[in-house]
């Protein structure tokens, strides 16, 4: 939750940049980034973004996470006030930000084929290889 528009939009911006960080450290899976159209747009949200896992051998992405602007719009909805600078009560700013399995399935596609996977050195501290049979 944020105490202005502004600093929402740089919230916003600063968990799109960790979600790309995360997903391309920790599981190892290139990503494109940006905004969603009108019609992806969740309920209620502002503003969408999105991080998109990239699977080279096929050249497809799969949704790995989003973040939303929510506004002030469940924050009216829900009655989420805050106490300003000025000792006034004002609505608060708010964003949404998720994950979805499909990363999971996307880092065994990208680290894996027929004869195993390899799990990513930040996912799995002592190397581990899935060998299929």
């Known amino acids: 939750m944020c105490s202005s528009k502004w600093l929402i939009k740089h919230n916003r911006i600063q968990g799109l940049l960790l979600q790309v960080r995360q997903v391309e450290e920790f599981l ?21 973004t999105s991080v998109e896992a990239f699977i080279p051998n096929t050249g497809r992405g ?41 990363t999971i399935r996307v880092m065994v596609m990208v680290n894996g084929d027929n004869k195993g996977l390899v799990l990513p050195p930040k996912v799995a501290s002592i190397q581990v290889i899935v060998v299929s049979l």
């Open 62 to 102: 799969v949704q790995g996470a989003t973040s939303h602007c929510l506004g002030q719009n469940f924050a009216k909805m829900f009655d989420i006030k805050f106490k300003n600078e000025k000792g006034e009560t004002d609505m608060v700013w708010q964003n949404s930000w998720a994950y979805n399995t499909r």
């Open 28 to 48: 190892a899976i290139p990503v494109t980034k940006g905004g969603k159209s009108e019609r992806e747009k969740f309920v209620g949200g502002l503003y969408p």
